[in-house]
């Protein structure tokens, strides 16, 4: 076990400043935010299973801002791929090549 580091707090804090920018409207690229989630989830993992209770118990706001940085990582990258699957069906409706499957047909009873 270990304590949480300088470097854990200075990679805590840069992305929490990333998502912030997410949250303002800054862009990123799908590989960039995919990059900052995969980094914000691996230290996270490894906080939880190799920082000593007490040094996580005196640094919980900061452990709620890594929390909240992977949510909101999450979140983006999850609606870009939303986005890109709305933005392919509707370029097939506008082409007249969409043909909705029965059984993805949701019918009122």
């Known amino acids: 076990m270990r304590s949480i580091t300088t470097t854990d707090i200075t990679a805590i804090s840069f992305l929490n400043v990333r998502a912030k920018e997410l949250k303002a409207g800054y862009n990123h690229s799908l590989y960039s935010l995919e990059q ?16 000593q209770y007490s040094s996580l118990k005196k640094m919980c706001r900061i452990i709620n801002e890594l929390e909240d940085a ?40």
Do not use: G, M, W
């Open 36 to 51: 900052l989630q995969a980094q914000a989830n691996t230290l996270y993992d490894d906080l939880l299973e190799n920082v």
């Open 70 to 109: 992977c949510s909101t990582f999450d979140e983006f990258i999850e609606n870009y791929h939303h986005n890109v699957y709305i933005n392919k069906v509707a370029t097939l409706v506008n082409n007249d090549e969409y043909d909705a499957l029965p059984d993805t047909i949701r019918r009122s009873k």
